[in-house]
């Protein structure tokens, strides 16, 4: 079964993404912010994180940044509701720490489960540009 980390500090988004991914046969734990989600992942194996980009205590570039030192082939999907993705973007930040897919909130079910899908298709994060 894949593990999912999700990492989110809006309740509401934990809680319903949560459920929907448990809903289609993924194991998945959840945290309100980068230090808890990266204290959680210091503890347990995941296949997948997805990780809001602006969150308090830590926010998602910096989870990323850790992540891909801690565990370089770990697929990392980045969510962000800030509208269309530019070079000053938070998702283009992301893009470049090594997010293997971004979201834009509000996003559907189905681009949930297309982002899902390709990343833990695409290939190991390579590194840097």
């Keep these: 079964m894949t ?4 990492i989110d500090d809006e309740e509401q988004i934990r809680t319903t ?11 998945v734990s959840t945290a309100a912010d980068g230090k808890e989600g990266l204290s959680l992942f210091q503890h347990e194996p995941y296949d997948l994180v997805i990780t809001d980009v602006l969150m308090p205590v830590m926010g998602g570039l910096e989870v990323i940044a850790t992540l891909r030192h801690l565990q370089p082939g770990l697929k990392i999907i980045a969510s962000y509701g800030g509208g269309q993705v530019s ?4 998702l283009a930040s ?15 079910l189905t681009e949930l489960r297309a982002a899902i899908a390709a990343a833990l298709d695409a290939p190991p994060f390579a590194g840097g540009q």
Excluded: E, H, V, W
Excluded at 87 to 90: G, I, K
Excluded at 94 to 107: C, E, R, T
């Design 3 to 6: 593990r999912i980390l999700l």
């Design 17 to 27: 993404i949560g459920l929907l991914l448990r809903a289609s046969g993924y194991d």
């Design 87 to 90: 070079s000053d973007d938070p």
């Design 94 to 108: 992301a893009q470049n720490l090594g997010a293997d897919q971004l979201l834009i909130k509000p996003f559907t």
